[in-house]
Nanobody
Framework: QVQLVESGGGLVQAGGSLRLSCVAS????????MGWYRQAPGKQRELVAV???????NYADSVKGRFTISRDNAKNTVYLQMNNLKLEDTAVYYC???????????WGQGTQVTVSS
């Protein structure tokens, strides 16, 4: 069973930065598309950023220019660098691994990001 473990969340002031990490195990990491999603209280889970197995990236409009997703296949790790954080970025951030060929989809347990004024 795929295991995804997120870390790096925390409390930060508006305008600050955080870097989230997600380490994957029991997975052929390099063939998976990896993504970050978030869910704020009372809202649906939404896509933040994805990076394909080939390295292509896609971002939600709300984070473009502020967040950067990257991956290190040698470390089975995907990162989300978050700069210029805003109050509305407060949410639980989830790591996702998707293997398009088989349609499999796995989630981490989430890490809380809280942005204060």
């Amino acid at each position: 069973q795929v295991q995804l473990v997120e870390s790096g969340g925390g409390l930060v002031q508006a305008g600050g930065s955080l870097r989230l990490s997600c380490v994957a195990s029991r997975i052929t990491f390099s063939i998976h598309d990896m993504g970050w999603y978030r869910q704020a209280p009372g809202k649906q889970r939404e896509l933040v950023a994805v990076i394909s197995s080939g390295g292509s990236t896609n971002y939600a409009d709300s984070v473009k220019g502020r967040f950067t997703i990257s991956r290190d296949n040698a470390k089975n790790t995907v990162y989300l660098q978050m700069n210029n954080l805003k109050l509305e970025d407060t949410a639980v951030y989830y790591c996702n691994a998707r293997y398009r060929l088989l349609g499999t989809n796995s989630w981490g347990q989430g890490t809380q990001v809280t942005v204060s004024s």
